[in-house]
């Protein structure tokens, strides 16, 4: 499969994927600059994108409607912040929908 990346976050965050040449979208922390990003994204049609953990939940209410369709495939990633286990939860459910398991559960 072929298709452009795009990249989500603050600076320091895409700053070392718009070096590898990727698409970066740079964002503040406001829910009306991310929602703006987000549907730049949405339009340029990627396969790929990846969001900084600390925006993630800012940018469901625009993404939620592309969670189960093939592109774009939205990978949540940690960065400099501590965790809030949103990754985490972000990838439990995508392996849960590939594989219908909750691979992640704790026992």
């Known amino acids: 499969m072929e298709g452009k990346i795009a990249v989500l976050g603050d600076t320091d965050f895409v700053m070392p994927f718009s070096a590898m040449g990727l698409d970066t979208y740079a964002t503040a922390d406001t829910v009306d600059d991310i929602k703006e990003n987000t549907n730049k994204i ?8 990846v ?17 189960n369709t093939p592109t774009p495939c939205i990978v949540v990633v940690p960065f400099t912040t501590e965790s809030k286990g949103f990754a985490t939860q972000a990838l439990g459910e995508a392996l849960r929908l590939a594989t219908g398991i909750n691979i992640l559960q704790d026992n």
């Open 42 to 49: 949405i339009e340029g049609k990627y396969a790929l994108v």
């Open 51 to 67: 969001v900084a953990e600390n925006i993630a939940p800012k940018t469901e209410e625009v993404f939620s409607d592309y969670q």
